[in-house]
């Protein structure tokens, strides 16, 4: 063990997002002596490619909006799956946290008065949103990075973390490796913050980068910590279609909160015969209300009809245009159209929405203001992950604590737009100072188990040793065209089943994978260690989808069409017996009666 | 459209290194960075690239393609004769990890000598044609693309003296803010170097995010210099008056 660097801190965060930077900053203002681990450069996380905005009540633009109406309108997204004592902190506190980032720099786009414009998105009764353009995310997490740099938070940059280490029960540090020279360091830590994001490259289809490959979820639950809700995967309904090279590309659904619409093949707004029982009375039943609505929103006036069903939430959506298309009223390249063009001027959608203007005519030769956009479903956000509690974000592992996409319990069974955004920064806070408080009561650092460190080195080496083997791109393409096909937006049990199997067959390729070249910055070794996670992680996807027998929010069973109140009652957890991935019903929090109310019609 | 394209791919490290040549299947609306997946998954897995969203939005995948620096996520293929050979070689200003990743520490120590955002007391209602000009700067995706294209630091290695056009564009986002209170025109004249800057305009043309480097952020910078140095009382009053 000596042969490795130890270096200690009182808290570590694991990701340099929103969640991670928030968090770094709360713990070093507590007085922790702090560190960030990420697997990219700094500000390169997933959180700069957010786009739409971040949801706080702010009622800049509607002053009937409040946190009640935020809280029950996250709990109605969820279908009644969040924690409420989550959803309830995420609305009260979201406000305070997008006004501190504009203490610290940001430039939001401003209203006709002066403040923080915020605009309309899905499943949000008020304009919500505060934003930048289409470019939220970039101002976010350059804030957070510079207000990082300034408060002297150690970063350690494109470090991969491939265990967290433990002592009697309790969280010791973690290890990882160094990207560029392919050295591990262990890093001793009195408590952890996991904030690693999601895990969508296990999907085929996906707006999600390199670094979705599960990694958190997978180290929280190795470590024995337990995971939430999934089941839980969100397919937005607006990824590009084509050209096939940015095939689930995202598109912001900032364009349908602009006024854009959504037509087939028949030029019908098809999202009118898509309302859902739960939604019926609040959205507009003729194109002409809901045209009026964008008048008055784009008038910025408070608009006095219903809002057009195109906002509708995700999982709607995205099962609207897969139904479109399969019964055969899609685009050309299996899409449907996405249309802002005839609902604008062309100078507005420039200024509102640059970067989607800028992507497809760079990409995909469109000009979206002359011409409509292809789209369909893809997989973008994972509401599942670590369980925390949601006053202090820790796990059920002593010392670690988990914030933003890799922790759950916020969205339930389905995330608004706009909703991660304020998660990190809500829960990146929480986590932050409850992980320095954790710290501080400790006098000494925990001890490192050498063998620990010791089996997980011998362990990620083996690919090098391999005489022969697959090629890690191999797997790893198979693995995502696999969850695609068999663990996608609708499921069934026979499918699941089959997953289960072919996830069996992945491993086995997978144990044997084998990469050439040395360990100094060596993509294919790095795909070859990610695949364990996306592994593990795609198996507790798949198995707590089988056990999940409804259908609810991002979770749709071919074989159990209907909602059931029984498993309305009832979330999933996951966790680690010896080798074997198991999951089990627990009980939902109970609703206090006063918030109770709130959720009432 | 031929459906095999050619490319050479810098391989090797800052002591030394080769051009190998590589043919990967053509897809349509493939990319540049795509081509070098195609690579990665064909040829050579342990071929070290950088990228992040595939969408010229975080400015990891910066290069030098055919000799002009991009960002190759946002680069198509078919902008090329389809018989062409690309080359792609890693950032020439900076020293190389391997193959094309480069080692851009540099600029995130130069990051830290910029002195952060101070809020103005009370008042915090600002207009939309205010934060437009400092919106301009804070688009920025850190590709560092103009870092690398300034001769400054290219050719004469300045990298002590020069903060580069990146930190210029930093500044100017602090300094135009219309609630910022810090001044930092001491800094800019020694330490980040301003006056290096000679206005060729190098900057301005290779970046993604059109930001008009040079005219909207250093020159405004430098003619703050030149106030704050040479005319002190004009200086004050408009800083009194925050009209910039
Ligand atoms: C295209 C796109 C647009 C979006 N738009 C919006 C929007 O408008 N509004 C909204 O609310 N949400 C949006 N989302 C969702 C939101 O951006 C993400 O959920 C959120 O940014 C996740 O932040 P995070 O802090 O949890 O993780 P990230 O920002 O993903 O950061 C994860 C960090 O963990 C690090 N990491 C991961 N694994 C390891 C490891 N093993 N070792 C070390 N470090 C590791 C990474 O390097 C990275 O620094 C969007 C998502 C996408 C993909
Ligand atoms: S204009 Fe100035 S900063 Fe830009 S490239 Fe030329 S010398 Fe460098
Ligand atoms: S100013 Fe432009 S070229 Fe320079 S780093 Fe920023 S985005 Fe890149
Ligand atoms: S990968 Fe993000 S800019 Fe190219």
Redesign the interface.
Known sequence: MDKYTTLQYDVIIIGAGGSGLRAAIEASRNGAKTAIICK???????T??AEGGVAAALANLDDRDNWKVHFRDTMKGGKYLNHWRMAQLHAQEAPDRVNEL????A????TQ???I?QRNFGGHTYPRLAH??D?TG??LI?TLQ??G??DGID?Y?EYTVRRILTSEGAVSGCLAYQR?TGRFTIFNAKALVIATGGIGQCWDITSN???YTADGHALALWAGAQLLDMEFVQFHPTGMV?????RG??ITEGVRGEGGVLKNSEGKRFMFNNVPEMYKGEFADTEEEANEWVKSVVANKIPKVRRPPELLTRDVVARAIRKEVLEGRGSPHGGVFLDIASRRPAAEIIRKLP?MY??FK???DVDITKEPMEVGPTCHYMMGGVKVDPETQESTLTGLFAAGEVAAGLHGSNRLGGNSLSDLLVFGKRAGEYAAAFAKKMTDYPKVDPDQVNETVKGSKKPFEQTEGE????IS?DLKKMMQDKVGIVRTESELKEALGELNKLRERANNVK????V??????H?ALDLRNMLDISEVVTKAALVRQESRGAHTREDFPGSDPEWGKVNLIAYLRGDAIEVEKVPLPIVPPELKELLKD | MSNVTTLQIYRGDNESGEMVEYQVPR?????VL?AVHKV??IH?????????????????CSAEVNGKPKLMC?D?LNKYPDDATISIRPMKTFPI???L?CD??WN?EV??KI???K?RKGE?????Y??DR??EF??C??CFLCQNVCHVLREHQLKDEFCGPRFLVRVAG?EM?PL?TEDRSELLKNELGVGLCNITKCCTEVCPESIAITDNAIIPLKERVVDRFFDPLGWIARKLFKKT
């Not at chain 1, 990219?40 to 997933?46: E, R, V």
């Not at chain 1, 504009?102 to 720099?105: T, V, Y």
């Not at chain 1, 430039?107 to 401003?110: G, I, L």
Request: proline share 6%.
């Open positions: 990219s450069l700094l500000g390169k996380a997933h700069v490619m504009e203490e610290w720099g430039v939001f786009d401003r008065d002066g403040r414009l930048v353009g470019r970039l101002e350059r510079d207000k740099v300034h970063v940059m560029e980068s390199w670094e084509w050209p096939p090279s940015v590309t995202l970067s800028h992507q760079e990409l995909a090629n890690p791109y191999s393409e990469v050439g070249g040395n100094q910055f060596n993509p294919g070794w795909l | 897809n349509p609306g493939m990319v795509d990665q998954s050579s897995p342990d071929l070290a690239v950088r990228w992040n969203c595939k969408a010229g939005k975080c400015g990891s946002m198509r990890v391997k193959d990743v851009v520490s995130y990051n830290k002195p952060a955002f809020i915090r209602k600002y207009y939309q205010e934060a400092v919106q804070r688009k995706i850190e602090l803010h910022d």
